[in-house]
């Protein structure tokens, strides 16, 4: 290790980067309990304290963690522009795929006539996988134009996550062209996480990749990211409430202009500075370690658990009080863990028989 970056907490270094993980991990879990709560949870609960703090949980310290990752990572990884952007269609085509696998159980009751309702909102529903799409494509192409200007990368957090109010929204006569539209603005039920303002996450994402590595990772030792912690703990808790409030009212969550944005991001860079410091390499606990283990996992563990939710909520929609949603949410952690443990086991052999089939040559 080099000598002049060892002022930095351990968490950073270790093989693959511990601190990551562990914020995905829980950023995950976070999100299985709004799930629970958002579609679960009888009307008096959910509307009550209990449903406005799982709102809170399943905000800013779920999300926008997620995406603030990703656009970090992608920043930093070294593959061709026309490698992510693969990647992000595949991610988009697996956001529609998974589209029908949750809401699976709803299609075949609409089809029965047993329920009557539109199957297109579902059916075309913007959730992050979709987001994550757009946006690793975004990141890539403006990394190709842009390369490590910091100027340029904050200009376009700004366009992303200021703009949307402002954006026109199709009112034609062509209903399909909403759909599409919902993927990058509008105020849509059916769109969670359209670009704008979304797409402003993993932008900041990549703008804190390339500040960081301007700077160097030494200059963000312990002393600094202390005096940070403490002014951002300053200021988030004296604007909590404006914080909070937004945050629970769901429609304004989706759609934050670019204020909440702001507060959305010091609340991710505050907790991931906790996290940082908590979670060192010599303090390791259970929950630290399945925490690790679900960020390694995030994309199958998220697929399984809306799977599992999606079709339950058909028959489950707002009839459960709070220890039958903490019954759900443990068993539904712990069967998608599961289903990701076997995934990887049938995964793996797969591989290993396709390539042991391959023939040898001479």
């Known amino acids: 290790m080099n000598p002049s970056v060892q002022t930095l907490p351990a968490s950073l270094y270790s093989g693959r980067v511990l601190l990551p993980d562990i914020a995905k991990g829980l950023a995950v879990v976070l999100m299985i309990q709004v799930h629970l709560n958002e579609l679960f949870a009888v009307p008096v609960w959910f509307n009550g304290w209990g449903g406005n703090i799982s709102l809170f949980l399943g905000g800013p310290p779920a999300a926008p963690v997620f995406m ?3 656009g970090f990572f992608a920043a930093k990884a070294k593959s061709a522009m026309k490698t992510k952007i693969f990647r992000g269609l595949k991610l988009i085509l697996w956001g529609l795929l998974l589209n029908i696998g949750l809401n699976l159980h709803l299609f075949i009751r609409i089809a029965k006539g047993q329920i009557v309702a539109d ?5 075309f529903g913007i959730d992050i996988f979709i987001l994550a799409g757009l946006s690793l494509i975004v990141v890539a192409i403006f990394k190709q134009l842009a390369g490590k200007r910091l100027i340029l990368w904050l200009i376009l957090m700004i366009i992303f996550g200021f703009l949307n109010q402002y954006l026109p929204v199709y009112e034609g006569g062509f209903v399909w062209l909403t759909y599409l539209q919902a993927a990058f603005n509008g105020y849509y039920h059916w769109s969670y996480f359209p670009l704008f303002p979304w797409g402003a996450y993993p932008v900041a994402g990549a703008f804190a990749y ?27 808790a004296t604007t909590f409430s404006y914080g909070f409030q937004r945050t629970v009212l769901l429609q304004v969550y989706y759609h934050h202009d670019g204020l909440q944005l702001l507060w959305n991001l010091a609340f991710v860079l505050w907790l991931m500075i906790l996290l940082n410091f908590l979670c ?48 759900y949410f443990i068993t539904i952690t712990l069967i998608s863990a599961l289903l990701v443990m076997f995934w990887k086991k049938v995964k793996n052999k797969f591989f290993v028989n396709l390539v042991h089939r391959q023939p040898q040559q001479h």
């Open 68 to 70: 603030v990752l990703m």
């Open 119 to 123: 199957v297109f909102p579902y059916l």
């Open 280 to 327: 060192l390499p010599g303090r390791k606990s259970m929950i630290q370690n399945g925490l690790a283990w679900i960020g390694q996992n995030v994309t199958s563990l998220y697929v399984f658990q809306w799977l599992l939710i999606g079709n339950l909520a058909t028959s489950l929609y707002q009839t459960q009080y709070p220890l039958q949603l903490l019954f």
């Open 210 to 236: 390339f500040l960081i590595e301007k700077l160097g990772y030494e200059f963000f030792n312990e002393k600094r990211l202390l005096i940070i912690s403490v002014v951002l703990t300053v200021v988030l």
